[in-house]
T-cell receptor
Framework: SQTIHQWPATLVQPVGSPLSLECTVE??????LYWYRQAAGRGLQLLFY??????ISSEVPQNLSASRPQDRQFILSSKKLLLSDSGFYLC?????????????FGPGTRLTVL | AQSVTQLDSHVSVSEGTPVLLRCNYS??????LFWYVQHPNKGLQLLLK??????LVKGINGFEAEFKKSETSFHLTKPSAHMSDAAEYFC???????????FGEGTQLTVNP
């Protein structure tokens, strides 16, 4: 069966520090991968998606970047964190061939920028 | 363009009473629709999905939703609420194959003993 992992589960970082969040998927090949951010009391905002290794699409301009160095690994990064980067970050995957876009979510990373 | 509106940001019910979480969508095509549930500090879990088959969709944990094209609605219901149903619920639309998911703002469900 497929599983999705996110690391770390929680993170507290000072403003201006770098960031690296990791997402890995097991049990599937060639998934589409997504990064979402959920601010407190808000819905989900799509940040990045990837349909393959090295292929990244950005949905909104921001202080963050994403990379996909391997088929089942998706990394969210920042060189210098801002206070507004605080939130709950969710990684999700979907089978690339599925037509109805059902996505499966990881457990999330709670990021607090102080 | 697709959009989704969850009509209530908070819903409070008593344990054992029915649950109704309302969702309206806008789509230029025949959409796929989903309901996800999120417990505190957890990822999202799929409750049910509509993909142009039966309009009444049954999901996990006793939830179901009915797709009503004439009303552009996809309301989530459950006959009898359980304490463990307390969570945030998201209605989601996908307009066409390969298009991105659009999430509603969420409805926080509180279940009182």
């Amino acid at each position: 069966s497929q599983t999705i992992h996110q690391w770390p589960a929680t993170l507290v970082q000072p403003v201006g520090s770098p960031l690296s969040l990791e997402c890995t998927v097991e049990g599937t090949s060639n998934p589409n991968l997504y990064w979402y951010r959920q601010a407190a009391g808000r819905g989900l905002q799509l940040l990045f998606y990837s349909v393959g290794i090295g292929q990244i699409s950005s949905e909104v301009p921001q202080n963050l970047s994403a990379s996909r160095p391997q088929d089942r690994q998706f990394i969210l990064s920042s060189k210098k964190l801002l206070l507004s980067d605080s939130g709950f970050y969710l990684c999700a995957w979907e089978t690339g061939t599925e037509h109805y876009n059902e996505q499966f979510f990881g457990p999330g990373t709670r990021l607090t920028v102080l | 363009a697709q959009s989704v509106t969850q009509l209530d940001s908070h819903v409070s019910v008593s344990e054992g009473t029915p649950v109704l979480l309302r969702c309206n969508y806008s789509s230029s095509y025949s959409p796929s629709l989903f309901w996800y549930v999120q417990h505190p500090n957890k990822g999202l879990q799929l409750l049910l999905k509509y993909t142009s088959a039966a309009t009444l969709v049954k999901g996990i944990n006793g939830f179901e939703a009915e797709f009503k094209k004439s009303e552009t609605s996809f309301h989530l219901t459950k006959p009898s609420a359980h304490m463990s149903d307390a969570a945030e619920y998201f209605c989601v639309v996908s307009e066409t194959s390969g298009s991105r998911l659009t999430f509603g703002e969420g409805t926080q469900l509180t279940v009182n003993p």
